[in-house]
């Protein structure tokens, strides 16, 4: 089912890139194919909005049309240079080995607020090729520049050296010519390529964003990398040194396949960008299919934008928070509430007089009296995917699973369950929130449907628990415990669409649940054009 908040999917949707602000106008790109609804024939499409919600269709701004990019053009980034206006780095595939190469495009006519046309200067493109010792196959995905005050602009270039994931660092005075750093700025071994890396600064008090050449004892960084060997965005928080070019993890931040996900379900490629308009720093990501491309050929689409989400440092210091965009609040209508309502075991009692319940956003705080309840936690279960799939929604435990069945048919039949379920470990309680999608489409036959869970650091001295998901129709998006933990499931139902979808409160678990307050919306479609 075609989703209709802000969610794209005609054809084949992948890597956001480079999104800004410019001249009153919010600017998306993202690799597409206008042929068809796998990967291949990619460009560069592009979208524009002003409030990050209802967005336009503009014609594609970069296609294959050079030497150094006649193969492909993936991703990148923009930088808009005070004084100068917006340039786009990205790569360009010049060869069929895949020689990579970075390539630089600028506006033709800055005085367009739409930036419709891109050229591609022939003086001084490709920028960047790989120098000896750099993998030129693996070698891509430039991130936005920042100023430093050496009088350098600095971009990193995610690439690998065997199975150590890289991020180079290279230097200019004048955005054309740059120079390779002699140390990457990061590496980590085991890890594999490093796709799409993101580098930004974030306070160390407060949701407000940063621009991102701002550094100092006030901010922590972030390096981001897309792990192209697992299909997910993996972040660590440290110092950046900018006299040595090197980053250095905290202690706190596992570097590799444990460490912290943006979102632990269809959520890759992503990129941020500072927003000047309401200084915050906005993150976009790729919904990638949970579906086979046989099975996307015969529908015709493939892969979605997520939902536009402030990102910020949690108050603990120890990771990252994200939110929807406030802008999405502007497409809710009908709201319905439901206070005071007691779950005891083995529950599921309906939430009614939503419009749409397969179009809705859903807002809800649990309470529990006790922690006494809590499964021991085995020191074993490090993999929360695995415990999700283990222990999922019909597992009845002793402090949950509690939480809202999604696109849920009404006799049960199919269901995408969003929940928590809470264990004792010997100093710490642990919380684990899945997201559910093995019992989401009846009948599908070789569906991908994980059961995507992540790990939720949270105080429970208060003993309430909060979630928010937004649904449209084959996308949850959740947000445990004020966005501490973000998971997105794509999900086909088969009976629980449309008017068909129904909503459900449950409780799995021994210990009695309060559902304190839950406020749900149906939700009107974005203006897609």
């Known amino acids: 089912m075609v989703s209709k908040l802000v969610y794209w999917t005609n054809e084949s949707h992948a890597d956001p890139n480079a999104p800004m602000f410019y001249m009153g106008i919010y600017h998306l790109f993202y690799q597409y ?15 524009v909005s002003t409030d990050l919600i209802n967005w336009k269709h503009l014609e594609p701004a970069i296609s294959p049309s050079k030497p150094f990019d006649k193969y492909g053009c993936w991703s990148g980034s923009a930088t808009v240079l005070p004084g100068k206006g917006p340039v786009i780095l990205y790569t360009g595939v010049a060869d069929e080995n895949s020689t990579q190469v970075q390539c630089h495009a600028e506006p033709k006519n800055l005085s367009d607020p739409y930036l419709r046309k891109w050229v591609k200067p022939n003086s001084f493109n490709p920028f960047l090729v790989a120098q000896q010792g750099v993998n030129g196959s693996a070698f891509r995905d430039p991130t936005t520049a920042w100023w430093s005050k050496d009088g350098h602009w600095r971009i990193l270039v995610g690439s690998r050296r065997k199975d150590r994931g890289v991020a180079y660092l290279y230097r200019s005075r004048d955005f054309l010519h740059w120079v390779k750093s002699k140390h990457p700025i990061h590496s980590s071994s085991r890890t594999g390529m490093w796709e ?3 580098f930004y600064p974030v306070s160390l008090n407060g949701k407000e964003g940063l621009d991102i050449s701002e550094t100092g004892n006030r901010v922590k960084h972030v390096l981001k990398n897309s792990l192209d060997r697992t299909r997910f965005d993996y972040y660590t928080l440290g110092k950046y040194i900018p006299d040595k070019d090197r980053y250095v993890p905290d202690n706190s931040s596992e570097d590799g396949w444990g460490g912290l996900r943006y979102d632990y379900g269809n959520f890759y490629a992503s990129k941020s960008f500072f927003d000047p308009k309401k200084n915050r720093r906005i993150i976009w990501g790729w919904a990638n299919e949970s579906d086979s491309k046989e099975d996307d050929n015969t529908k015709g689409w493939a892969g979605i934008q997520a939902i536009p989400r402030s990102v910020w440092l949690d108050s603990r210091g120890k990771q990252l928070a994200q939110w929807p965009v406030e802008e999405l609040n502007t497409l809710r209508g009908k709201q319905v509430k439901m206070t005071n309502q007691k779950l005891q075991k083995g529950d599921y009692i309906e939430v009614k007089g939503i419009i749409s319940v397969a179009q809705a956003d859903v807002e809800v705080s649990f309470s529990f009296s006790s922690l006494a309840k809590a499964e021991p936690f085995d020191p074993r279960w490090v993999n929360a995917q695995d415990l999700c799939a283990q222990k999922g929604s019909k597992h009845q435990g002793g402090l949950g699973p509690f939480g809202i069945l999604t696109l849920a048919s009404k006799k049960l039949e199919e269901f995408t369950p969003v929940f928590f379920r809470i264990f004792k470990a010997p100093n710490k309680h642990v919380v684990l929130m899945c997201s559910d999608a093995s019992s989401s489409s009846l009948n599908v036959d070789g569906l991908y449907k994980p059961s995507f869970a992540g790990f939720v650091d949270v105080d429970l001295a208060d003993k309430k628990l909060s979630l928010r998901s937004l649904i449209d129709h084959s996308v ?3 947000f445990g415990a004020g966005g501490r933990t973000c998971i997105l499931s794509r999900v086909y139902p ?13 409780n799995n678990g021994t210990e009695p649940i309060t559902v304190e307050n ?8 974005a203006k897609i054009k």
């Open 518 to 525: 839950l406020n749900a919306w149906s939700m009107k479609s």
């Open 494 to 506: 088969t009976l629980a669409v449309q008017n068909q979808a129904h909503l459900f409160v449950f």
């Open 476 to 478: 949850v998006e959740s």
């Open 196 to 198: 799409c890396p993101d």
């Open 33 to 47: 194919n206008p042929k068809g609804a796998v990967w291949g024939n990619i460009v560069w499409a592009h979208s």
